[in-house]
């Protein structure tokens, strides 16, 4: 028995070579949503290795799989979460609650493992912008202007600007 397993691993070191070759994961995928758009981290990548399986967490816990073509998701992300293509992600309806740290895993057998992180942030879209500007008239020689921005959501922002001297 203990000969087969070294004829095993012998075979394998030769076939793919004892350290493997390296998997490589590519993206474009930047992770910034509007609230309520789908989450969309597009992957592709390369291996030379056997069956790979490709493994996706949010914030360390893991929520799909995909191998041998077969995906397998977290019942609490069921129906929202999907693996298309090679292994992209997708999440639907996106939720302030699905800001996070998202990874991907890539192993292949006869592979070294390859790992890529994206942090995805859910924004709510800022609507009704006002601004307001005082003086409302300025004229050269005026000392300051301050500028207010606020929106229906809440946010206030001001600005002074003073003359130089």
Same mark, same amino acid.
């Given at each position: 028995?203990?000969?087969?397993?070294?004829?095993?691993?012998?075979?394998?070191?030769?076939?793919?070579? /004892?350290?493997?070759?390296?998997? =490589?994961?590519?993206?474009?995928?930047?992770?910034?949503? /509007?609230?309520?758009?789908?989450?969309?981290?597009?992957?592709?990548?390369?291996?030379?290795?056997?069956?790979?399986?490709?493994?996706?967490?949010?914030?360390?816990?893991?929520?799909?799989?995909?191998?041998?073509?077969?995906?397998?998701?977290?019942?609490?992300?069921?129906?929202?979460?999907?693996?298309?293509?090679?292994?992209?992600?997708?999440?639907?309806?996106?939720?302030?609650? $699905?800001?996070?740290?998202?990874?991907?895993?890539?192993?292949?057998?006869?592979?070294?493992?390859?790992?890529?992180?994206?942090?995805?942030?859910?924004? $709510?879209?800022?609507?009704?912008?006002?601004?307001?500007?005082?003086?409302?008239?300025?004229?050269?020689? =005026?000392?300051?202007?301050?500028?207010?921005?606020?929106?229906?959501?809440?946010?206030?922002?001001?600005?002074?600007?003073?003359?130089?001297?």
């Amino acid at each position: 028995m203990g000969y087969a397993i070294l004829t095993a691993t012998l075979l394998l070191l030769i076939q793919y070579g /004892k350290e493997g070759a390296a998997v =490589t994961i590519n993206s474009n995928s930047n992770g910034n949503v /509007k609230n309520g758009n789908d989450i969309s981290l597009d992957i592709s990548y390369t291996t030379q290795g056997l069956n790979p399986i490709v493994s996706w967490a949010i914030n360390g816990t893991s929520v799909a799989q995909l191998d041998n073509n077969i995906a397998t998701v977290l019942p609490s992300y069921t129906p929202r979460l999907s693996i298309i293509g090679k292994g992209s992600l997708l999440l639907s309806n996106s939720t302030k609650k $699905d800001t996070g740290n998202y990874t991907v895993t890539i192993t292949a057998l006869g592979d070294t493992s390859a790992t890529r992180n994206f942090k995805v942030t859910v924004y $709510d879209p800022v609507v009704n912008v006002t601004v307001t500007q005082s003086p409302q008239k300025v004229i050269e020689g =005026t000392d300051f202007v301050n500028l207010s921005c606020s929106a229906s959501s809440g946010y206030t922002e001001m600005v002074t600007w003073m003359k130089d001297g």
